[in-house]
Nanobody, 125 residues
Framework: QVHLVESGGGVVQAGGSLRLSCVASGRVGVRTTMGWFRQAPGKEREFVATSHWNEQERDYADAVKGRFTISRDYSRDNIKNTVYLQMDSLKPEDTAVYYC??????????????WGQGTQVTVSS
């Protein structure tokens, strides 16, 4: 059983920055893709960023490219089980609940089978 726990959300003014973290605990495989999605009120959950296990492949939604950076971190047993999302130059339209997930290297939320509980990000104008 794998559990994902996000943290780092909050309220920030437009132009500011936040760093989200997501820690995966449990039987996490070595070659694990971890990604970030977000869901604004009244909208579907949408892709934000994803990172292949070796970080050599990373993909971003056009709306966040150049402003957000996804990165990974290894645990002591050499299994990457933490994913970060550095969010800079935030805009009001970035306001949403942000979720991390484990799955296939894809932009499709249906290719991810393990999800965290989400963390709220609010950007004020």
């Amino acid at each position: 059983q794998v559990h994902l726990v996000e943290s780092g959300g909050g309220v920030v003014q437009a132009g500011g920055s936040l760093r989200l973290s997501c820690v995966a605990s449990g039987r996490v495989g070595v070659r694990t893709t971890m990604g970030w999605f977000r869901q604004a009120p009244g909208k579907e959950r949408e892709f934000v960023a994803t990172s292949h296990w070796n970080e050599q492949e990373r993909d971003y939604a056009d709306a966040v490219k150049g402003r957000f950076t996804i990165s990974r971190d290894y645990s002591r047993d050499n299994i990457k089980n933490t994913v970060y999302l550095q969010m800079d130059s935030l805009k009001p339209e970035d306001t949403a609940v942000y979720y991390c997930a484990i799955g296939e290297y894809s932009r499709n939320r249906n290719d991810y089978n393990c999800w965290g509980q989400g963390t709220q990000v609010t950007v004020s104008s």
